[in-house]
């Protein structure tokens, strides 16, 4: 089936920096998404980015689909950007249509 | 507000006690999904419905009922619930493109359900 693997697992920052975390899949797709899970378990949707680039605020993606790989952008990091970030692809494996998550980043911001 | 709503947000039972996790979406989704999710197994879906009455296993389904008799609701029903189905439930709607795939994901709060 279809592997998605995220890098790095982890990530601490100080507040300000920019980040990049990147998204690895190992079969074309048709949908990828970004999702932060802050602290209180909530996963919020970030980015619904198949192909090309996306900006919101601080944030952007970009996917590059012919190379199976999409990185989200943060940039100025604050305190409540800190949480989970995953992506997810969706696939049809065996029939039976799937999000498939990466493992995850967990990212950190200090104060 | 679109939303997607669960409820209850936390529950503790007993094993073999049955339960029920309810799951609402206002947005008119066709999609609606359930998922677990696990320390260090990361995110997992359980059952999934394309649409009314039709329903489908996901990675983990065993030990789980679902139906989907509305377009608005899913519910994730443990029959006789055990300490490895305690974990961190969401449920997800989204709309159907025209290819057939999902669009953008919407989750709902969560339910932690501990099974002792």
């Known amino acids: 089936g279809i592997q998605v693997e995220q890098s790095p697992p982890d990530l601490i920052l100080q507040e300000g920096a920019n980040s990049t975390l990147r998204c690895n899949f190992s079969d074309s797709v048709n949908n990828l998404q970004w999702f932060h899970q802050n602290p209180w378990g909530q996963l919020i949707n970030l980015f619904y980015i198949p192909s090309g680039t996306k900006q919101n605020g601080r944030l952007s993606a970009t996917t590059v689909a012919t190379e199976r790989y999409s990185l989200l952008y943060i940039s100025s990091s604050q305190t409540t950007d800190s949480g989970v970030y995953f992506c997810?692809?969706?696939?049809?494996?065996?029939?039976?249509?799937?999000?498939?998550f990466g493992q995850g980043t967990r990212l950190t911001i200090n104060p | 507000e679109a939303q997607v709503t669960q409820n209850p947000r936390y529950l503790i039972t007993v094993t073999g006690k049955k339960l029920t996790v309810t799951c609402s979406q206002n947005?008119?989704?066709?999609?609606m999904s359930w998922y677990r999710q696990d320390p260090g197994l990361g995110l997992r879906q359980i059952y999934y419905?394309?649409?009314?009455?039709?329903?489908d296993k996901g990675d983990v389904p065993e030990g789980y009922k679902v139906s989907r008799k509305e377009k608005r609701n899913f519910p994730l029903i443990l029959e006789s619930p055990s300490p490895n189905q305690t974990s961190l439930y969401f449920c997800?709607?989204?709309?159907?493109?025209?290819?057939?795939?999902?669009?953008?994901?919407?989750f709902g709060p969560g339910t932690r359900l501990t099974v002792l």
């Open positions: 997800a709607s989204s709309p159907i493109s025209k290819r057939e795939d999902t669009d953008t994901q919407y």
């Open positions: 419905s394309m649409n009314v009455e039709v329903t």
């Open positions: 997810a692809v969706f696939a049809i494996i065996q029939g039976a249509q799937k999000l498939v």
């Open positions: 947005m008119n989704h066709e999609y």
